[in-house]
């Protein structure tokens, strides 16, 4: 099941058609700077676990979450036509996302219309691929994670919605190898939203009302260096929150941190800046 | 001697037959009282119950076997209550206790009416009586213990927590019952003077005897006081439930049956719906359907939407249990302006009932939905009147701006699909 070496890293639906798993990257990591990172971070464990992968590149258009839940259905429905047609056309059968909001649109907005798909977490594939052996840590792994405690912000539509809350866990005890997780007091299906979702990501927050300050802030209080996060809005969200309450951890998605713990970084800082788009 | 206590025992015919009138009136007044709830219930778009019920047996089972069994982990074992420490508590004491009492009123009555049919169908004697009673009289204290708490609640009034002045009334009615329930007991035990133990097996019941300690003739006379004092709490309450917030006993496990909530899902409109009706999203109360109105009366106003939702907590104008609450108002409101045939008052939804900023204050996270007791779906009232709003053209902003963009890129953030796999480039440095 590896990706023959003549394919590009990323390959798309169209130069690897013999793909057994669809990544589903968004809008978020194709567009947001930041959020690029987590796609480029699920690539280089996808590609060292040896999955066989294609993204849809330029063909794969909005789930249009936000725009059902801003109440623009007809928008919605649009897309996801458009989508599930997409999808169909390329026999597309088990699907990873890394984005909570586009797992519950493909399983459960999706199922509405027609597409019928095994939608799969981000986490879910790497805890699937951990106990199965096949993300081994290379030999002299470059670095330890994540040093001080580590947090977990669950999202609320992976963890509430959809019910994930062991999988992830059990990738970031791999990641951060031994330490144990501190959790906030509010977590699994009890967990606080970062104040992103139903279309509030594209909505202006008073500072001094901001769901993300409060979250953050819960976090922080637990004395973690470091929170994980699964959803590229709650990565966003943690960020502003961190600052906003004038902390120092760092914010990262548990896929960024197992390419840390394995030593998957590229050599060359440079490789991280490359020009984004947005 | 079998232990047994007579029914209607010390209670003259005369009074048996009132009873029975009074207690005909009270179920009456409870029927029309659920009747004028239903009503409203029925402003709504029609959810098709009759389905429910046609097919064959199997058929049937298959179609009710989900709201069943709902009903009996979510209502009958208090499931959904749980996770909310002495509340939690006391409300599962209060349960229990009320059910046992109501359940023994039962098999009492169908005691009495077998015994009537024939003398060897009595059952309520020998090991069944003791059990009974000992059951009774123990889980009692449980209902006054739950009541108890309740009322200290109601005084210490926790913001989340909804309150009427029907709320004491409600509290104080069954706190007279549970001790009046006791007191009759103890002075049956004193007239009737039963022994070992027939007497033994109603241990807070023979506590009380011994604290009131009367001789039998004035046991005899307030007994008969004492129980018509009782029948008449007991009767009042019965006739309150449609009235008070009692009614959940009623709409609460009724929409538990109905409720099919998946959390992340949403109702689908169809363009055929939106040429037949002339509208997309409800913009007054009835468009939304039998079984959210029904919610609307399930609610009992615990305030746990309210305590778990991000948007309440960060002071932002919006409460799920408010939601809820404006929108019961505009139920009363509209059944009254049809009854009245005024149509030009029945209430908009938008801006009169609920502001524009208290829907857009919602994330969606699916919090208050997953922790109503009663299964209401508030995200779904939020997020379905949403979409009249779009359609009137009433976002603006940064959001607008993001649907626009998703309408014209297929991203919200407006940029070329031919830029969608830009990230890659950083995977392959160039050597």
New interface residues.
Partial sequence: MSTPADL???P?VKENPSFEILYW?G?A????RRA?RI??AM??LLRHAGVNFA?L??????T?D??????????F?E?AT?NIETLNKYNVKRIVAHCPHCV?AL???YA??GGHYEVVHHTQLLAELISAGKLPAVAGASAPAAAGAVTYHDP??LA???GIHEAPREVLNTAIGGQSLCEMKRNR??T??C??????????EDP????ST??AGEALATGAKTVATGCPFCLTMMSDGVAANGGEARVLDIAELLVERLGLN?P?A???N????? | MTPTRETFGNIPLSSQLAFYALAAASMAVFAWGVYRRWKLWRLGTSINARDLITGSLAAVWQKIRGGAKRVAVDAGAQKRVFGHGIGTFAHVSMYVGFMALFVGTVLLEADNVLSHIHHALKFHEGAYYVAYEFTLDVLGLLFLLGTLFFLGRRLVKPPALGHRATDWYVLLGFLAIGVTGYIVEALRILWQQPTGIGAHCSPVGLWLAGVLHLDVAAARSSHFLVWWIHSFLVFGFIASIPFTRLFHFVAGPMHIFLAKNVLGAMPPVTMEEVEATGRVGPADIRHFSQQQLLSLDACMECGRCEEVCPAFATAKPLSPKRVVQDLKGAMEKTAAALAAGKEADVPPLHGTVIAPETLWSCTACSACVNTCPVRIDQLTFILTLRRHLVAEGALSGTAATALRRMQSNSNPWGLPAAERTNWTDALTPKS
Avoid: H
């Avoid at chain 1, 936000?66 to 928008?75: K, M, P, Y």
């Avoid at chain 1, 104040?195 to 202006?204: L, P, T, V, Y």
């Fill in positions: 590009p890293a990323a798309t990257v809008c990591a194709s567009y947001d690029q796609a480029r690539v280089r993204i590149g330029k063909e794969e258009k909005c249009g936000s725009a059902r839940r801003l109440g623009d259905e007809f928008l429905q897309l458009a519950n399983l459960k907005d509405q219309f609320c539509y509430r919605v959809n299906a009890n606080s939203c104040g992103a979702g139903g279309g509030r990501m594209w909505m202006e001094k009302q901001r769901v409060q979250r590229p060359a440079p490789a991280n490359a020009p984004a788009t947005s």
